[in-house]
């Protein structure tokens, strides 16, 4: 393996991280600002029901790429919690890029996990209060990922899968968020 100098290695983040969004992204569609910062997520629900072992999640949200894109950090469960996860499959230390489209007036949202290879390709846009992202899993699956009931501290996330019948929306995921002091 490299080593790498600790001044290389502060370079990185230097130069991915940015102080706040770019004036090309109007303010009007700047859907995920609120989200810059640390939070702290009850899981509800993930691919199974496990709200009786009280885990928590954490993510962290920030500005990159001279404030073009929102880049965060999804860790599930915390790591203090990783041994207690009936199904080690469902951990998640991954990472979403979300990067504005001024044709689209929407944002192209990647996921990547790479703890279980999962990627996926969504865009997200604003309806209402609340934003959705739309997009599907490798086999064409159709899903929806939405941010709601959203707050300067706190927010809903719910992750869906469309079943074969092509109308009923399966719940795959549910976290109550709550900002990190």
């Known amino acids: 393996m490299n080593t790498i100098a600790a001044a290389e290695l502060a370079a990185f983040p230097s130069a991915l991280a940015s102080a706040g ?5 109007p303010e009007s569609d700047d859907i995920y600002g609120f ?10 629900v993930y691919w199974q029901d496990i709200s009786e072992l009280n885990l928590k999640a954490e993510a962290h949200f ?5 404030g073009r894109a929102i880049q965060d ?3 599930i469960p915390r790591p203090e919690h990783r041994g207690s996860m009936p199904n080690p499959n469902i951990y998640a230390y991954g990472t979403t890029m979300r990067v504005y489209d001024p044709k689209l007036r929407a944002w192209h949202v990647t996921w990547i996990n790479p ?9 997200g846009r604003r309806i209402g209060n609340d934003i959705v992202q739309i997009g599907a899993l490798p086999d064409g699956t159709p899903i929806r990922w939405n941010f709601t009931e959203i707050t300067q501290n706190s927010f809903r996330w719910t992750g869906e899968t469309l079943q074969p019948d092509g109308h009923t929306w399966l719940l795959q995921g549910k976290f109550h968020a709550h900002r990190i002091r």
């Open 115 to 123: 703890v279980t290879g999962q990627r996926n390709e969504l865009t």
């Open 21 to 25: 969004r770019s004036p090309e992204i």
């Open 62 to 66: 920030g500005w990159v790429l001279e």
């Open 73 to 75: 950090v999804w860790i």
């Open 35 to 44: 989200l810059v910062g640390s939070w702290e997520l009850d899981i509800r």
